[in-house]
């Protein structure tokens, strides 16, 4: 686990909770809704200008960070980090946990 990560969430392409650890406050319906429509947004932008395959979404608030990682052909993985987290060590642990999740669940 890395100290930056704040929360996270699986979630189906389709825009339904598969599993979470988000603080008690956040609607893990919400988070799963919102992350599909934004890497379904994102991935047909990444194709119509031609940027070849989409690989992460970030987005950066004062508050911390949002990233949207692909796991597999069924699942998003939605990280939550603290605001100037260490984002390559970040990378690197959602890359190796969205590989196991896709061997899960594709």
Request: glycine share 8%; aromatic share 0%; charged share 15%.
């Given at each position: ?19 979470s650890?988000?603080a ?34 970030l ?6 960070n949002?990233?949207?990682?692909k ?14 987290a ?11 946990v969205?590989?196991?999740i ?5």
């Amino acid at each position: 686990m890395n100290s930056d990560v704040q929360g996270s969430s699986v979630v189906s392409v389709q825009g339904l909770p598969i599993c979470s650890a988000l603080a008690r406050n956040i609607n893990d319906g919400i988070v799963s809704a919102m992350s599909a429509a934004i890497q379904s947004v994102s991935e047909r932008a990444v194709e119509e200008l031609s940027r070849g395959s989409l690989t992460r979404i970030l987005i950066e608030g004062v508050e911390g960070n949002i990233i949207l990682s692909k796991a597999g052909n069924n699942a998003i993985l939605c990280t939550l980090t603290k605001p100037g987290a260490s984002l390559g060590m970040v990378f690197l642990n959602i890359q190796s946990v969205s590989k196991k999740i896709a061997e899960l669940l594709d």
